[in-house]
């Protein structure tokens, strides 16, 4: 909040830690999620509009703080409206009920007889009593929430499960300064890291009096492997980093695996074994008439966000530091900058600002160590870090590839019995903090921790590898275990879905070949194997609005369909893909049905669902970052490219409305189902199954060849 | 080893800096640089014009695209000296005294994005699109703006907002990019 507030003395924060009311008919609102392009800031602005019985307009969001948000850890997981929604919504529910009881209290009637309109409290009869904001700063709201007002029940809802504009957009619309790349603070400095040509290679030597030449450089920094530059000028800072990395000399770096037999390379590595889930059914066993066992992979991928990473750091003293950041944990990159330097966490203070489309751990938090790593040159003066996009491919944390195994065993009626999955990939976490480990590159490199440790796949975090490792369908005898990699040649941590995209790509795959071996239609196929009534409601949805049952067959085109509870906890999603195929898949058309229980924003929510297909149809098609023995070669958008403009499939979204069950995260739901989806139309299409992914030219005709 | 893939202006011996003068959004603007400092950093740094933003400055992706001479260009590998005595129109440039246009109008009704880091140079790429066709049609805009890449997927609210601006512009209305350019 503005003024520093009092604080609670107990774990349990006080609702005036996330409930400002100001005298200027404003609400402060602030909470530990950051906004990260998926419009979170807004669903949570009218779940406190709503609790608070204000208009929307009126909500202001503080961006979160170490200084004095509420510590809600990492925006992750789909989980921001399941966790720090729910929590809003308790405080601004006991918020309204004491500032009403205040105003009661006032004026000597019950509480009972005064409601609110847009913050105006009043009597029995209409009347204007008293208002929020005649309560500003009067400590009404400092104390903990005690559970005993029950909030709004879903009926009585004018604004959450309304549309509303995204708070941000106008904005961006306009070119208004909002990112961090657009941060000009006073005596502000740029600086720029040069980093080792490969993973393992260690610096030698560098000539910083080349750099020095550009005479507005202030200082070369090198520490270890870290090097790096600070100028005056933001392109001298660029010019002088090149001088830098041309003098360089590097040790010679670590081998890379083969990356065109990724999925064999998984397999043979040594790897910690977690059983996922385990049934036995003896009687399901004997039923088991036929069984198909097939392998599945997935490259590396990229976050691949349109801006590189960018982070401003000023140290005030030897001891008192200021970080600005897009991480999405701005209180565990805060213990691991204070674990770097000795310090403790009070001395660091770390401020979320907006950066472009953040899709997991991407460089946010090292580039954000890369500035306080320079700035400690600069004493006083803040030093901005912009990644380059070389930098950006070459040292992001990938979503790590994966191979999947699956033998599925079927009953004379084409059922499924028996079910046996296998993951095999590095972790999917090397987020800052991770298991005890720093987790910042800059501090690897600058000798302030050993070489990064391999990623993992923390229960907390639901899970990495084995996330929708098990399938939704009916299934009586199962085994799915997950072979983590002990070793991380290439650093890998959280992209999008995690391990959900890999694992449902292939569980829908296999369940298209078990419909086929059926002869049942997919969607009259996945329609009878799954429990969930919801579930099927979905599947029905997505074909009704792809027009399933009136799909035209013809030469080259192809249908298909996927499903998947994300998590197998939160938001069901369906998707039906058609594409037109021969030698290389164009996704043409997609479209989704989501029920994700209680919805705050719909038009937000089909806004990320729509986003999520395209990217995942990007990913399906398009993206693998590629390597050599030693070194990344995607380094740009043409060794990287994405879906375009001109490829980018039509997005149709059907939102099942559930305004009574709890809301089910959501961001991520597509990536699997759309993945699932596009490889079944390609079969559809080609008759030819393609169980690699990218599904590009070569695999498809590798495919060919094999089949 | 594979060189790094740096911008070609960045190996290039270092010049002193001189005065340029440089016609942004209508009005004349005095700098002091290197002459092969890329106009992008000009514009942000120099002219405190943040709209225009880095993405890789190699010219790949759309993120700095400004209007030169009324044509989308990337910026951050377009040396300043090559941009003196050509009108340069920034997003800034673009807007209705800092209101939305138009066109920008109809993103927000569209609620045509969502990180957003990559829409003023859609906005740009749009603008120059329905200045040179006013009525295009959805192929015409997928192929105006396929230099522009999106990461988060806005790709169809993008379309449908361009569409929408060039199906309820008034004929007689003075097109955004001539207007930011004072023509």
Redesign the interface.
């Known amino acids: 909040m503005s003024a520093a507030p009092r604080q609670s003395a107990t774990a349990e924060p006080f609702v005036s830690d996330r409930v400002e009311i100001t005298g200027a008919g404003e609400v402060r609102i602030a909470v530990g999620k950051v906004e ?4 979170i800031l807004t669903a949570l602005a009218q779940i406190a509009a709503e609790e608070l019985d204000v208009s929307f307009e009126r909500v202001r969001m503080v961006s979160a703080t170490t200084a004095h948000s509420p510590n809600e850890g990492f925006t992750s997981g789909s989980m921001s409206v399941m966790a720090a929604g729910t929590a809003l919504r308790t405080a601004c529910a006991h918020a309204r009920a004491w500032l009403v009881e205040a105003a009661a209290h006032h004026a000597g009637v019950s509480p009972e007889t005064l409601s609110v309109r847009d913050g105006t409290i009043l009597d029995a009869r209409g009347n204007q009593l008293s208002s929020y904001w005649e309560f500003a700063n009067q400590g009404v709201l400092e104390r903990v929430a005690g559970g005993d007002v029950t909030p709004k029940k879903p009926d009585e809802y004018s604004i959450v499960g309304h549309n509303a ?2 708070l ?12 961090i ?2 941060l ?1 603070l006073p005596g502000q400095l740029f600086g720029r890291v040069v980093r080792p ?2 993973p393992g290679a260690q610096l030698l030597s560098a000539d910083a009096d080349a750099a020095r ?2 005479d507005t450089v202030v200082s070369v920094v090198q520490k270890g492997s870290f090097l790096g530059v600070i100028a005056e ?4 800072a ?2 002088a ?2 001088l830098l ?2 003098s360089a000399r590097w040790s010679d770096p670590t081998p890379l695996p083969n990356q065109h037999a990724i999925g064999d390379y998984l397999r043979s590595q040594p790897a910690e074994v977690t059983p996922v889930a385990h049934l036995v059914d003896e009687a399901a066993r004997g039923e088991v008439v036929n069984t198909i066992q097939r392998r599945y992979s997935r490259p590396y991928l990229a976050h ?5 990473g960018c982070g401003v750091a000023c140290w005030h003293t030897n001891a008192e530091l200021s970080v600005w950041t897009h991480s999405q944990g701005i209180f565990p990159l805060r213990g691991a900058i204070a674990k770097s330097f000795g310090l403790e966490v009070s001395q660091v203070v770390v401020q979320h600002v ?6 997991g751990h991407n460089s946010a938090d090292d580039v954000a160590f890369d500035a306080v790593l320079l700035a400690r040159e600069t004493l006083g003066r803040p030093v901005q870090v ?1 990644w ?3 930098d950006e491919f070459a040292w992001e944390p990938y979503g790590p590839a994966m191979a999947v195994e699956i033998a599925a065993g079927v009953d004379t009626s084409g059922d499924i019995v028996q079910w046996r999955q296998d993951v095999w990939g590095n972790g999917h976490v090397t987020r800052p903090g991770y298991d005890g480990n720093i987790g910042l590159l800059g501090a690897s490199e600058a000798a302030m921790q050993t070489v990064l440790p391999a990623a993992v796949d923390p229960a907390s975090y639901g899970g990495g590898n084995s996330r929708n490792a098990v399938p939704a369908y009916r299934v009586r005898d199962l085994d799915a275990t997950v072979h983590r990699l002990l070793a991380m040649p290439i650093r890998t941590s959280s992209l999008r879905s995690l391990g959900a995209m890999m694992n449902v790509f292939a569980i829908e795959s296999m369940i298209d070949e078990l419909a086929e071996l059926a002869k049942v239609d997919p969607v009259e196929y996945r329609l009878r194997q799954l429990p969930d009534e919801r579930a099927r409601a979905v599947v029905a949805a997505a074909a009704e609005l792809a027009g399933w049952k009136d799909r035209k067959s013809s030469d080259g085109w192809g249908w298909g369909i996927a499903y998947a509870r994300y998590k197998n906890t939160h938001a069901h999603c369906a998707a039906v893909a058609r594409v037109e195929a021969v030698s290389s898949v164009a996704v043409r058309n997609i479209y989704v049905a989501v029920d994700a229980g209680q919805i705050v924003n719909p ?2 929510l089909a ?2 669902v ?6 995942a149809a ?1 990913w399906a098609v398009r993206e693998a970052i590629r390597f050599d023995d030693h ?1 990344i ?1 995607s ?4 060794s990287y490219p ?5 490829e ?1 499939p ?2 149709s979204v059907t939102l099942l409305p559930r305004p009574d069950e709890p809301s089910l995260g959501v961001g991520e739901c597509a990536a699997g189902p759309v993945a699932g989806a596009i490889a079944n139309a390609l079969y559809d299409a080609i008759g030819v199954r393609v169980r690699d992914l990218p599904l590009t030219p070569e695999r498809i005709e590798a495919a060919i060849l094999q089949d | 080893m594979i060189a790094s893939n740096s911008p070609a202006w960045v190996g290039r011996p270092t010049t002193d800096a001189e005065s340029f003068t440089l016609e942004v959004n209508g009005s004349k603007r005095d700098v002091v640089c290197r002459r092969d400092t890329p106009l992008l950093y000009v514009l942000r740094n120099d002219l405190d014009l943040k709209g225009t933003r880095f993405g890789c400055g190699l010219g790949q992706c759309g993120a700095c695209f400004v209007l030169l001479d009324g044509h989308p260009t990337p910026s951050c590998d377009l040396p300043v000296w090559a941009s003196v005595d050509h009108s340069i129109v920034t997003v800034e440039g673009l807007s209705d005294d800092g209101e939305p246009s138009h066109l920008q109008q109809c993103f927000i009704e569209e609620q045509a994005a969502q990180c957003g880091y990559c829409m003023s140079g859609i906005m740009v790429s749009a603008a120059a699109l329905l200045e040179s066709n006013p009525a295009p049609d959805e192929a015409a805009v997928r192929g105006a703006l396929d230099r522009n890449l999106c990461r988060c997927g806005s790709h169809n609210r993008v379309i449908r907002a361009v569409l929408k601006a060039a199906a309820t512009t008034d004929a007689t209305d003075t097109p955004d990019v001539a207007k930011a350019a004072k023509l």
């Open positions: 990260l392009g998926q419009g504009a995204r941000d957009l106008e904005d961006k619309f306009l070119g208004r300064p909002r990112f790349h657009d000009s040509p490969a030449s550009i000028r933001e392109d001298d660029v010019r980093a090149e990395r041309e691949a966000s349109i801006a590189p907006e950066g472009a489309g953040c899709y912009v380059s996009r070389d038009d937000g806004n990320q729509e986003g999520g297909a395209v990217q990007s070194q070669t380094r740009d958008w043409e994405i879906l375009r403009f001109s980018a039509t997005v």
